[in-house]
Nanobody
Framework: QVQLVESGGGLVQAGGSLRLSCAAS????????MGWYRQVPGKQRELVAV???????NYADSVKGRFTSSRDNAKNTVYLQMNSLKPEDTAVYYC???????????????????WGQGTQVTVSS
C-alpha cells in the first residue's frame, strides 16, 4: 500500500560524501517516522537516522556529526546526507517509514510500516 523507493547509493572513497533519497508513494494520510537503517551481512539491521513526526531525529552515535537527515513533507521524501564516510559505513541502507493511510472516508485509516528495497553504499579505504 505504501512503497518506498531509494536512490543515491554507490562507491565512494573514505572521506567522501553521498546523498541518499527515499520517496514514499501510496495512499498516505500521515507519516510518523521516516528514516534510514543499515545492515551488513551477518549482523542485525541497525538504526542510522530516523525523523520522528518531522521534528526530531534520532541518530546512531557512530554517525553523529557526519550524517544529516532531512525531509520534504510535501514530497514524502527523506534524504540522508553522508559526509566524512568511513569504510565501516559500508552496508546496505534501507529506508523505513510508518504512519497512517487514508480511509475510504478520507480520514486517517489503518497504520502502515514499510521498508525500501535497499541501496548499497560502499566506502573504500
Amino acid at each position: 500500500q505504501v512503497q518506498l523507493v531509494e536512490s543515491g547509493g554507490g562507491l565512494v572513497q573514505a572521506g567522501g560524501s553521498l546523498r541518499l533519497s527515499c520517496a514514499a508513494s501510496g495512499s498516505i494520510f500521515s507519516i510518523n517516522a521516516m528514516g534510514w537503517y543499515r545492515q551488513v551481512p551477518g549482523k542485525q539491521r541497525e538504526l542510522v537516522a530516523v525523523m520522528i513526526n518531522g521534528v526530531s531525529t534520532n541518530y546512531a552515535d557512530s554517525v553523529k556529526g557526519r550524517f544529516t537527515s532531512s525531509r520534504d513533507n510535501a514530497k514524502n521524501t527523506v534524504y540522508l546526507q553522508m559526509n566524512s564516510l568511513k569504510p565501516e559505513d559500508t552496508a546496505v541502507y534501507y529506508c523505513y517509514a510508518d504512519g497512517y493511510i487514508y480511509s475510504y472516508s478520507g480520514t486517517s485509516g489503518k497504520s502502515f510500516s514499510s521498508w525500501g528495497q535497499g541501496t548499497q553504499v560502499t566506502v573504500s579505504s
